[in-house]
């Protein structure tokens, strides 16, 4: 049985850029270190980093000393205000690309255009974009929300970094429809672009897909969504040992992709495993 690993898989920039930053700052043991949720939406790299003493925390009441990391997806700016106001170092780990997105609606706002973010309600990144609106931002995840959206003078459009540019198009198109002028900014980066592609190339040529990453993963979930989209079966896995050794029945060829915060120990685990499954199976 052939495996192969999509060309882009795994670990974006912003992902290794952010846990750079949370493990530096635990080298110096002489406080604690906390970070506001998930540092990065992988459950077994939260683990590990756990093992390295950085503590999550669901509320910054919760923090009364040391320094605190802000996740890669970013947060509400007032939470920043707050941790300073409260002495405790904050320590930026926001990607450089939601920051740019942070940007776009900041002068979208100032410059009176009415805010549409595309992106899953709820997503820590989306809520961090939508505060910078002032929580006025109407947040759609489809065509035929932003259809049902008033009919205004000027809309702007942003979009959370991980969604698909066919669903960014399809947004666009029916907004334009709800406004006099519209503005759209296309935020989503070139990793989760990289990573859609190789996913799609990837999938239209494999007898099965296993698409690797967190179940809370925004990026994981488009990745599922796009190797389904060509037909080829899809399964979604967080550990190797979700691997189902019935999934390789027949199958020949087996592709692999992962979200971009999947670290490479957990790719290497599952094609370890569907190696050890397929010549327990003996398939082609
Ligand atoms: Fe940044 Fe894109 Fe990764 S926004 S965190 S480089 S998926």
């Known amino acids: 049985m052939k495996i192969v690993v999509a060309q882009n898989a795994g670990f974006c920039f912003g992902v290794k ?11 110096d043991t002489s406080r604690a270190v906390y970070t506001l949720g998930a540092l990065i939406h992988n459950p077994q790299e939260i683990t590990r980093l756990r093992q390295h003493g950085v503590r999550e925390v669901e509320s910054l009441d919760e923090v009364t000393d040391g320094a605190l990391v802000l996740s890669a997806h970013g947060v509400d700016p ?21 920051k740019r997105a942070h940007g776009h609606i900041v002068t979208l706002s100032q410059e009176g255009y009415s805010v549409v973010i595309l992106g899953d309600k709820g997503h820590r990144e989306v809520e961090g974009l939508a505060a910078r609106a002032g929580r006025k931002a109407e947040i759609v995840t489809s065509a035929e929300e932003a259809t049902a959206l008033l009919f205004r003078r000027r809309y702007g459009l942003v979009v959370q970094t991980t969604q698909r540019p066919d669903a960014l198009r399809q947004v666009a198109g029916a907004l334009a429809q709800r406004c006099r002028e519209l503005r759209v ?9 990289k990573r859609q592609d190789s996913a799609r190339a990837l999938a ?35 550990t190797a040992e979700e691997v189902d050794v019935r999934w390789l029945s027949g199958a020949r060829s087996v592709g692999v992709t992962a979200g971009a915060s999947t670290p490479a120990w ?3 685990e599952v094609t370890a495993r569907l190696r050890s499954l397929a010549g327990e199976t003996g398939s082609p």
């Not at 900014?185 to 672009?193: D, G, L």
């Not at 494999?206 to 809370?216: E, F, K, P, Q």
Request: with cysteine.
């Open 78 to 98: 007032e939470v920043v205000e707050t941790a300073r106001a409260r002495s405790i170092e904050v320590i930026d780990a926001t990607c450089p690309f939601v």
């Open 204 to 238: 239209e040529q494999m007898d099965l897909m296993i698409v690797v990453g967190g179940r809370n993963s925004a990026n994981t979930a488009r990745l599922r969504e796009i190797c389904q989209s060509t037909g080829t079966v899809t399964y979604h896995v967080e």
């Open 17 to 27: 850029r952010a846990l750079d930053l949370v493990a530096r700052a635990a080298e």
């Open 185 to 193: 900014f296309n935020t989503i980066c070139e990793a989760t672009v």
């Open 266 to 268: 957990i790719i290497e």
